[in-house]
């Protein structure tokens, strides 16, 4: 009785569960995947070879040399609205640029939200930025329990990971002491940095050889950029920079050889009051408010991005959208402000529907595609071009026009956007089996 029950529970429920149509036409190169990189405290005022960091008291400071972080399409001027670590990694993921830790935790306000969604399994390797909320919308995180370089505390939470991920993060838990064995200053600083980079690319090639069609989104923060800055001063931020750019090269190399998208981005920056300060800061009132401390990279490479460098002003709440778009996912994020850039070389159009309808895609009166479901994504078509979508149904046919400068989405379902005359009959049918189902077992109990 119970195994009938369970099937008639599932039968039943995976009409309302949305499915996805996804569409591609015109053979697009796509990635399969993401690496999300951030890097605490990372100023693009002090490696961009458009910027120039100045300290508080109008000196100039000095800059990084570090070609291997300029690589693909590069955002000149991206400013975080916060420059405070746990509300600029919220306003990250969520595309929200009032966002903060809290809203992180709710429903659909995430890019990892959008992602579960569409059957990709979410990863991260954290040093800081990994706050409960962050790491509850993991299904794998290795992560720093505390910022100490003296006792790092490495754990792992997972909520569903892939075959043999909790045995790879566990032996990279275990290699942390043997990065920091007998090294102090600066060195120790840019060792931890490294195993965080060097644990990240060991999780993207195990993804990439044991689970090859899974597609995943890999978050990865460094923190002792940050660190370095605070403690260390500017000469040394400087060079902690440099070091990275080093040894960030081998999770470059692993993304473009196998077309993972991959973006590069901070937290916020860091300010120094003058040169050779000690110590810098970013979110105390003395600093909050100067470029520096503002100023964040957007770097990104993906096999569907046009590359080169792009001026105009943007926020860190568009990283949100834009990565989803390179993914050719919608931007269903709750609460986002944050707009795409437009720096994919087709564009997509995603679709909601009644699933009772047909949805056809047509160009200059000819049908060039059509599928039924309660989402789709037609994925691959030419810029500037125009297009009508048709959904029809028993009710007739319903048609929009879109002229494609960037993605874009339609829908086709009721104003009211709630549950549909379908979806209420299936809810009230499985209420039925349930309550009807334990009166049974009731029965056979007693
Ligand atoms: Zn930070």
Redesign the pocket.
Request: charged letters at 40%.
């Given at each position: 009785m119970k195994k009938v029950l369970i099937i008639l529970l599932l039968l039943l429920t995976s009409n309302i569960v949305s499915a996805v149509s996804e569409i591609t036409l015109n053979d697009v190169k796509r990635p399969q995947s993401a690496i999300l990189f951030i890097v605490?405290?990372f100023g693009s005022s002090y490696y961009y070879p458009e910027l120039a960091p100045i300290a508080l008291d109008g000196s100039a400071l000095l800059k990084a040399r570090a070609q291997n972080l300029t690589f693909g399409t590069r955002i000149i001027y991206v400013k975080t609205p916060h420059p405070v670590?746990g509300i600029?990694h919220s306003v990250i993921v969520t595309g929200y640029s009032d966002a903060n830790e809290e809203i992180v935790g709710y429903p659909d306000a995430t890019i990892y939200d959008v992602t579960r969604q569409h059957g990709f399994v979410n990863l991260a390797v954290m040093e800081?930025g990994d706050f409960s909320n962050m790491r509850q919308e993991q299904d794998i995180i290795l992560f720093a329990e505390n910022n100490s370089l003296d006792k790092p505390g490495i754990s792992i939470q997972a909520k569903s990971s892939p075959p043999g991920m909790y045995e790879l993060m566990y032996d990279w838990k275990m290699k942390m002491p043997s990065y920091l064995n007998n090294i102090s200053g600066r060195e120790r600083y840019r060792a931890y940095n490294k195993w965080s980079i060097d644990a990240a690319n060991a999780v993207a090639n195990a993804m990439i050889k044991d689970h090859p069609s899974q597609k995943f989104l890999l978050t990865v923060n460094v923190g002792e950029i940050?660190s370095g800055g605070h403690n260390l001063g500017d000469d040394d931020y400087v060079r902690l920079i440099e070091d990275l750019d080093r040894d960030f090269y081998s999770i470059y190399k692993t993304a473009q050889d196998n077309d993972i998208a991959l973006f590069l981005t901070a937290?916020?920056g860091m300010s120094f009051a003058t040169k050779n300060a000690r110590r810098g800061g970013h979110s105390s009132d003395k600093y909050s408010s100067k470029l520096e401390s503002l100023r964040i990279p957007l770097v990104m490479l993906s096999p569907n991005a046009v590359s080169g460098v792009v001026s105009g002003e943007y926020g860190q709440e568009d990283i949100a959208p834009t990565l989803l778009s390179v993914l050719d996912l919608p931007s269903h994020l709750q609460y986002a402000d944050g707009k795409a850039i437009n720096i994919k070389k087709y564009a997509s159009i995603f679709v909601k529907a009644d699933s009772q309808y047909t949805v056809s895609l047509w160009n200059d009166g000819r049908k060039i595609s059509e599928s039924s479901d309660s989402e789709l994504v037609f994925a691959g078509l030419p810029l500037n071009t125009s297009y009508t979508l048709k959904a029809t149904g028993a009710r007739g046919t319903y048609e929009e026009h879109v002229s494609l400068d960037s993605d874009k989405q339609v829908s086709f379902r009721k104003p009211d956007g709630g549950i549909g005359n379908r979806q209420m009959f299936a809810i009230i049918l499985v209420l039925i089996v349930i309550i009807g189902g334990m009166i049974v077992i009731k029965r056979i109990k007693d």
């Open positions: 605490d405290g670590t600029a800081t940050d937290d916020h």
